[in-house]
């Protein structure tokens, strides 16, 4: 199983940044693509961006130009740099791996002015 704990969520004015960072621990040599998921409110989760192994990336087209997903295995870890952001944003952001399906307990981004 992977464990997941997610950081760098909170409030950010539209067209700032944000960096948001996924570790995982556990059985980690098993992970084979790392994801990133948000949720608004009355919303379903959506998927957003994903990074496999071999370093392989993919953007909704919402986010594509604006986001970019990164990770670094020394240390476990797999960012999502977000930049211009937009109001539309806002949601709770979460990781997720596979083949484990493990989830992350989300972090909140809110943008407004």
């Known amino acids: 199983q992977v464990q997941l704990v997610e950081s760098g969520g909170g409030w950010v004015q539209p067209g700032g940044s944000l960096r948001l960072s996924c570790t995982a621990s556990g059985s980690i040599l098993s992970i084979t693509e790392m994801r990133w998921y948000r949720q608004a409110p009355g919303k379903a989760r959506e998927w957003v961006a994903i990074i496999t192994r071999l370093g392989s990336t993919n953007y909704a087209n919402s986010v594509k130009g604006r986001f970019t997903i990164s990770s670094d295995n020394a240390k476990n870890t797999v960012y999502l740099q977000m930049n211009s952001l937009k109001p539309e944003d806002s949601a709770v952001y979460y990781c997720?791996?596979?083949?484990?399906?493990?989830w992350g307990q989300g972090t909140q981004v809110t943008v407004s002015s």
């Open positions: 997720h791996v596979l083949p484990s399906d493990s």
